[in-house]
């Protein structure tokens, strides 16, 4: 049974999408079989994988507000092991028609479950707001992945999500966990860098991941092109920071599942 992580911020520019696309081929390349899921009405997970948005073809809207399987919105990528469920811009009337319906905050999860054993860990890339779509992911997910970017700002708005993923605790019983706080953007030649990785670090203690992702041009480049930065330069600072962070993920899950 896969395990599903949401990657969630609502603050815009930090990295999200890009962490989706990268984390989801880290994990595809080190033999698993790994869906990815754009819960964002920009796209831009499914274009950053190259999947184009033709309109006659299914995709996650259809799922979670139609009566679509979510097995048949999902469609093979080009990286040996990654599959999409692609969106687009319909998804934004999501958050509307969701408003009256029947188990709303359910609705992803309800289409997941049956996809689920196909897959060794399933990425939800959800959309710069706390909303229904974000809600859903949230629901549907084991733990929550958070990017953070290091600026002086790097905190503002973290302490709602925080609250959010407590109300999800409470409010539908489920056991959502922290997978970890992710420092994006990572210049260490500024002393800013530094003082907000340090404070960060501080804040939130042991769950910050080791791994940091740099800033990087070649990062930044590659969803243009299509493709996560393993294909476009597996040589890059960035293809290695996002294979390390694949690996302490499956470092903390093998610990996991040791545990007494």
């Known amino acids: 049974m896969a395990k599903v992580i949401a990657i969630a911020n609502q603050k815009g520019g930090v990295g999200k999408t890009t962490t989706a696309i990268n984390l989801s081929a880290s994990l595809a390349a080190n033999d698993l079989h790994v869906l990815l899921i754009d819960c964002d009405p920009?796209?831009?997970?499914?274009?950053?994988?190259?999947?184009?948005?033709?309109?006659?073809?299914?995709?996650?809207?259809?799922?979670?507000?139609?009566?679509?399987?979510?097995?048949?919105?999902?469609?093979?990528?080009?990286?040996?092991?990654?599959?999409?469920?692609?969106?687009?811009?319909?998804?934004?009337?999501?958050?509307?028609?969701?408003?009256?319906?029947?188990?709303?905050?359910?609705?992803?999860?309800?289409?997941?479950?049956?996809?689920?054993?196909?897959?060794?860990?399933?990425?939800?890339?959800?959309?710069?707001?706390?909303?229904?779509?974000?809600?859903?992911?949230?629901?549907?997910?084991?733990?929550?992945?958070?990017?953070?970017?290091?600026?002086?700002?790097?905190?503002?708005?973290?302490?709602?999500?925080?609250?959010?993923?407590?109300?999800?605790?409470?409010?539908f019983d489920h056991p959502l966990r922290i997978e970890g706080i992710l420092l994006t953007m990572y210049d260490e030649r500024t002393n800013l860098t530094r003082q907000v990785a340090q404070d960060l670090r501080e804040f939130f203690a042991g769950e910050v991941f080791r791994t940091v992702i740099p800033r990087s041009i070649r990062l930044a480049e590659a969803p243009s092109h299509g493709k996560p930065i393993l294909v476009y330069d597996v040589r890059s600072r960035g293809a290695t920071a996002y294979i390390q962070l694949a690996k302490e993920i499956l470092a903390h899950e093998q610990t996991a599942r040791t545990a007494p």
């Open 42 to 171: 920009q796209g831009n997970a499914t274009t950053g994988l190259g999947k184009e948005k033709v309109p006659e073809e299914l995709k996650v809207y259809d799922a979670v507000v139609g009566p679509e399987d979510l097995a048949s919105v999902i469609v093979p990528t080009s990286f040996l092991g990654l599959d999409l469920a692609p969106a687009d811009r319909n998804l934004v009337a999501a958050n509307v028609e969701l408003v009256d319906a029947d188990r709303r905050e359910f609705r992803l999860r309800d289409k997941l479950q049956p996809v689920r054993s196909r897959y060794d860990f399933v990425i939800i890339d959800c959309p710069p707001a706390l909303d229904l779509l974000t809600l859903n992911a949230l629901v549907a997910a084991d733990s929550v992945l958070i990017p953070i970017q290091c600026e002086f700002f790097a905190l503002e708005g973290i302490s709602q999500l925080l609250d959010t993923i407590d109300r999800v605790r409470s409010s």
